[in-house]
Nanobody, 124 residues
């Protein structure tokens, strides 16, 4: 069992930056692939970024490549999402998730545990 708590959301202007954090507890953090998803009002949850156990493999959605970076610190049981050059269309609730999957998954159904999410609002 893994508990996930996101933080770092808030209001940011277009072109600004924000770093989200997700703190894990309850199980061995380094055993899990970690991911970030987001859900905007009226839209389905979409994959944003994923990272392997040791951080060597990362995957990013095309919509955020070149702007977002995912990283993890296994000594702190934390995964991060650095978001730069933010756009209004990045406005959403951002959720982190943990997966026992053998590879870094990009679909929500491959993730086993979810956090409650943190709101990011990008003003134009």
């Amino acid at each position: 069992q893994v508990q996930l708590v996101e933080s770092g959301g808030g209001l940011v202007q277009t072109g600004g930056s924000r770093r989200l954090s997700c703190a894990a507890s309850g199980s061995t953090f380094s055993n899990y692939k970690m991911g970030w998803f987001r859900q905007a009002p009226g839209k389905e949850r979409e994959f944003v970024a994923g990272i392997s156990w040791g951080g060597a493999i990362t995957r990013l959605a095309d919509s955020v490549k070149g702007r977002f970076t995912i990283s993890r610190d296994n000594s702190r049981n934390t995964v991060y999402l650095q978001m730069n050059s933010l756009k209004p269309e990045d406005t959403a609730i951002y959720h982190c998730a943990a997966a026992r999957n053998p590879w870094v998954p990009t679909t929500a159904n491959r993730y086993d545990y979810w956090g409650q999410g943190t709101q990011v609002t990008v003003s134009s």
